[in-house]
């Protein structure tokens, strides 16, 4: 099984909600991903997670807060977001190897701020 | 940081017709990925390559590591291989690049 799964599929917030993305993978991957992706451009890389700890927070702003409750799962925390956040999240596990570390990609969340 | 540019940028095909696209980077890698892009957003792993050559179906996909390009060949195109190409690389553990992406369009 190479399933990388999101929910939920469509989320529509507010720019004083909080609202929280979900992953979940079951391949004994040990390094999670999560992406923004814009309109006709490539995802870029926002966080990653190793062996449930932090490895990468590429200078996202405070208002998304990543989590990794267990090998298996990764939370992304939304509050207070602007309409510029609107985007695509992409979800991404591998087995955190630096050699054949090959992606393995969830469908995404298509997030809109009103 | 590395840059990974993609060529073409936007590309129409008739059905049945060959391509050949290409991704450019500026530093060695260690890792290297061809996705396909659905209309939907799912991003699907094409291939792992970061170097020589692999062959899925009527994909195939190589890697040159020393002069630092790739290149993924479609034959025999269809309608379904519509959506965007993306390269994706890493030089450092987990820190993942994406290039430009091509557009492809497979006409009818």
């Known amino acids: 099984d190479t399933e990388v799964t999101q929910t939920p599929k469509h989320l529509v917030m507010g720019m004083t909600n909080k609202k929280s993305l979900k992953c979940e993978q079951h391949m004994g991957h040990r390094a999670m991903y999560w992406y923004k992706q814009k309109a006709k451009k490539p995802p870029e890389l926002m966080f990653v997670?190793?062996?449930?700890?932090?490895?990468i927070n590429e200078s996202v702003p405070s208002r998304f807060s990543p989590e990794c409750p267990n090998s298996s799962l990764l939370n992304l925390h939304l509050h207070a977001l602007q309409p510029e956040d609107s985007a695509l999240y992409l979800c991404?596990?591998?087995?955190?190897?630096?050699?054949?570390?090959?992606?393995?990609f969830g469908p995404g969340t298509r997030l809109t701020v009103l | 940081g590395i840059q990974v540019e993609q060529s073409p940028p936007d590309l129409i095909l008739q059905e049945g017709a060959n391509s050949t696209l290409r991704c450019n980077f500026s530093d060695s890698v260690n890792n290297l990925q061809w996705f396909h892009q659905n209309p939907w957003g799912q991003l699907i792993n094409l291939f792992y390559i970061p170097s020589g050559t692999k062959q899925n179906g009527r994909l195939s996909a190589t890697t040159v590591a020393t002069e630092r390009y790739s290149l993924l060949y479609i034959s025999s195109s269809q309608t379904t291989d519509s959506g965007v190409y993306f390269c994706a690389v890493s030089s450092e553990t987990y820190k993942y690049i994406f290039g430009t992406g091509t557009r492809l369009k497979v006409l009818a």
């Open positions: 991404a596990s591998s087995q955190a190897y630096l050699q054949g570390d090959t992606q393995y």
């Open positions: 997670y190793s062996y449930e700890k932090l490895s």
